[in-house]
């Protein structure tokens, strides 16, 4: 693998984190879902866990309940490390946010570029430098062009990577140029966070995944990357084949709709969003369950 292999004292963000889904009930957090949630994953054999991402509905949370949804996650976790995501405009409040996050036990920050402004490269290294700045834990770059109206260069990211406290991206660029480069550059450890990029972002050097998919499915997807990992590729190639229909179908509607509609199959929850959220289509749903009953089968 291209890759470097992190020192004892560089955070290793490398292996199968999953972007949690926040359950709700009656329009409130659902903490006691969220709870169960988290320790049936973290017995699934996850690497750690991302709350409060566009996963988790973060945009529809306010900041007391983002705090109770991370708190939940830490005291579930059992020692699992947990990335909290960060996004939003305004730089004063983002670095207070990180500030603030930073006082908890967190193994890092997913920080996302500003959305809605569109600014410069020369902004955009601004936005990073101060955040990470502010947080005294590591941070993850959160590369995601089609969320934030703003697409971040090969270069800028070069130029992050000598942070000292910006250790990985969580790459949903788009551009596999880039991303080929940024792991040949070696200081930054990427992660996909396209589902559906796994196998070859990881093929190609990546170490790992940041994906919303593994809420279901988690040991086929643990497996995975760590078949991946061992550059086991036909082993892994034929565990991939096998999810890469459910990974199309997750994401056939708004996630985390589809998501939240199987785990409410499951029973590990209610099929409920917060507007503009709306749950999955019936048809969708039905196909989903009939798709994991399959992948259930021995």
């Not at 709700?24 to 169960?36: I, M, N, S, T």
């Not at 070069?158 to 788009?174: F, M, N, Q, S, V």
């Not at 990427?190 to 990881?202: N, Y």
């Not at 034929?238 to 994401?251: D, R």
């Amino acid at each position: 693998m291209p890759h470097q292999q992190p020192s004892s004292t560089t955070p290793d963000f490398s292996g199968f984190w999953v972007a949690l889904v926040t359950p709700f009930r009656d329009g409130a957090v659902d903490h006691a879902a969220l709870a169960a949630l988290t320790r049936r994953l973290a017995d699934d054999g996850v690497t750690g866990f991302v709350p409060c991402g566009s996963t988790g509905e973060a945009a529809a949370l306010d900041e007391a309940e983002q705090l109770a949804v991370l708190d939940t996650v830490l005291a579930a976790a059992g020692g699992l490390p947990v990335v909290m995501g960060i996004s939003g405009y305004h730089l004063g409040k983002a670095t207070a946010w990180a500030r603030k996050l930073s006082e908890r036990p967190l193994a890092g920050l997913l920080v996302s570029a500003p959305n809605y402004i569109r600014p410069s490269q020369a902004g955009l290294l601004e936005w990073f430098r101060a955040i990470a700045d502010a947080s005294t834990v590591p941070v993850l770059v959160y590369d995601i062009p089609y969320r934030t109206g703003v697409t971040i260069a090969r270069d800028t990211l070069l130029t992050l990577a000598g942070h000292p406290r910006i250790h990985g991206i969580k790459d949903c660029g788009g551009d596999m140029a880039k991303t080929r480069a940024v792991i040949a550059d070696g200081r930054l450890q990427v992660l996909t966070g396209e589902d559906h990029q796994i196998f070859g972002t990881m093929a190609e050097g990546g170490v790992g995944a940041i994906a919303a998919s593994g809420n279901v499915q988690t040991r086929r997807f643990v497996r995975l990357v760590r078949l991946l990992a061992e550059n086991r590729l036909p082993e892994a190639r034929a565990e991939w084949q096998a999810l890469q229909p459910l990974v199309e179908m997750l994401f056939a509607e708004p996630n985390p709709g589809p998501l939240k509609a199987l785990l409410a199959h499951m029973g590990e929850m209610r099929d409920e969003l917060r507007s503009p959220m709306t749950r999955a289509s019936d048809g969708l749903r039905e196909r989903l369950v009939a798709l994991d009953a399959r992948l259930n089968r021995p």
